[in-house]
Protein backbone atom coordinates (compact mmCIF):
# COMPACT_ATOMS: atom_id res chain seq x y z
CA UNK A 1 0.00 0.00 0.00
CA UNK A 2 1.53 3.45 -0.71
CA UNK A 3 2.29 6.01 1.53
CA UNK A 4 0.17 9.08 2.34
CA UNK A 5 0.88 11.98 1.33
CA UNK A 6 2.10 14.15 4.23
CA UNK A 7 -0.52 16.95 3.40
CA UNK A 8 -3.33 14.02 3.77
CA UNK A 9 -1.29 13.35 7.18
CA UNK A 10 -1.76 16.38 8.03
CA UNK A 11 -4.96 16.62 7.51
CA UNK A 12 -6.14 13.39 9.27
CA UNK A 13 -4.01 14.17 12.16
CA UNK A 14 -5.45 18.06 13.11
CA UNK A 15 -9.07 16.52 12.17
CA UNK A 16 -8.95 13.86 14.28
CA UNK A 17 -7.18 15.65 17.29
CA UNK A 18 -10.46 18.32 16.84
CA UNK A 19 -12.68 15.45 16.33
CA UNK A 20 -11.58 13.56 19.70
CA UNK A 21 -11.53 16.83 21.59
CA UNK A 22 -7.64 17.51 22.25
CA UNK A 23 -7.85 20.09 20.19
CA UNK A 24 -10.69 23.00 20.63
CA UNK A 25 -12.36 25.87 19.09
CA UNK A 26 -10.13 28.82 19.63
CA UNK A 27 -6.87 26.62 19.97
CA UNK A 28 -3.75 27.98 18.28
CA UNK A 29 -2.02 25.13 16.20
CA UNK A 30 1.32 25.23 15.98
CA UNK A 31 3.77 27.25 13.32
CA UNK A 32 4.89 26.17 9.83
CA UNK A 33 8.20 25.90 10.82
CA UNK A 34 6.95 23.06 14.36
CA UNK A 35 5.02 20.91 12.16
CA UNK A 36 7.66 20.99 9.30
CA UNK A 37 10.21 19.56 12.06
CA UNK A 38 7.15 17.41 13.68
CA UNK A 39 6.46 16.21 9.91
CA UNK A 40 9.84 15.97 8.37
CA UNK A 41 8.59 17.87 5.61
CA UNK A 42 9.31 21.00 3.65
CA UNK A 43 6.76 23.49 4.22
CA UNK A 44 4.75 23.57 0.77
CA UNK A 45 2.57 20.17 2.33
CA UNK A 46 2.04 22.06 5.24
CA UNK A 47 1.17 25.04 3.68
CA UNK A 48 -1.69 22.83 1.20
CA UNK A 49 -2.91 20.65 4.46
CA UNK A 50 -2.88 24.19 6.31
CA UNK A 51 -4.87 26.34 3.47
CA UNK A 52 -7.15 22.68 2.74
CA UNK A 53 -8.54 22.84 6.50
CA UNK A 54 -8.98 26.18 6.48
CA UNK A 55 -11.30 25.77 2.91
CA UNK A 56 -13.19 23.01 4.75
CA UNK A 57 -13.67 24.93 7.43
CA UNK A 58 -11.77 22.98 10.21
CA UNK A 59 -9.23 25.99 11.04
CA UNK A 60 -9.24 29.76 10.30
CA UNK A 61 -6.00 31.11 9.04
CA UNK A 62 -4.68 34.90 10.01
CA UNK A 63 -1.82 36.03 8.54
CA UNK A 64 0.33 37.03 10.72
CA UNK A 65 -1.13 35.42 13.56
CA UNK A 66 -1.11 31.66 13.48
CA UNK A 67 -4.12 28.92 12.60
CA UNK A 68 -6.42 28.28 14.83
CA UNK A 69 -9.44 25.52 15.59
CA UNK A 70 -12.80 27.32 13.85
CA UNK A 71 -15.46 28.21 16.23
CA UNK A 72 -17.83 25.78 14.81
CA UNK A 73 -16.77 22.35 12.76
CA UNK A 74 -18.06 21.64 9.47
CA UNK A 75 -20.67 18.67 9.99
CA UNK A 76 -18.66 16.23 7.43
Do not use: N
Amino acid sequence: MPRQPVYAQVIDDITASIRSGTLRPGDKLPSIADLCVQYRASPQPIRLALRLLDERGWIEVHQGRGSFVAPRQPDA
